[in-house]
């Protein structure tokens, strides 16, 4: 049974940084992608980015770009989201999960950590 733990979330202020870790526990398989969503008060639950975990091809949300950088260290199982230059709209529940395939919609992904809260203060 695999499982997935984010941590490193918490309250910064407009313009700080952040970096999320989400480490994978069980039997892991690398292949497919690792990916970070994020979901808002009142929100639908959004695409961040994405990792694969063999060639380390990364994918960002339009939103993310420049300031959000995805990375895996495959010998730890851990997938790694940095996040810069944060906005008071970054705010919300961040989940890693993990799709089989090569996607950004949620419902391609079939294993999903707790999630771990990212507030920005303006």
Known sequence: QVQLVE?????????????????????????????????????????????????????????????????????????YLQMNSLKPEDTGVYYCARAPGITAAPSGYDLWGQGTQVTVSS
């Open 7 to 79: 941590s490193g979330g918490g309250l910064v202020q407009a313009g700080g940084s952040l970096r999320l870790s989400c480490a994978a526990s069980g039997r892991t398989v690398n292949s497919g992608v690792m990916g970070w969503f994020r979901q808002a008060p009142g929100k639908e639950r959004e695409f961040v980015a994405h990792i694969r975990w063999i060639t380390g091809i990364t994918v960002y949300a339009d939103s993310v770009k420049g300031r959000f950088t995805i990375s895996r260290d495959n010998a730890k199982n851990t997938v």
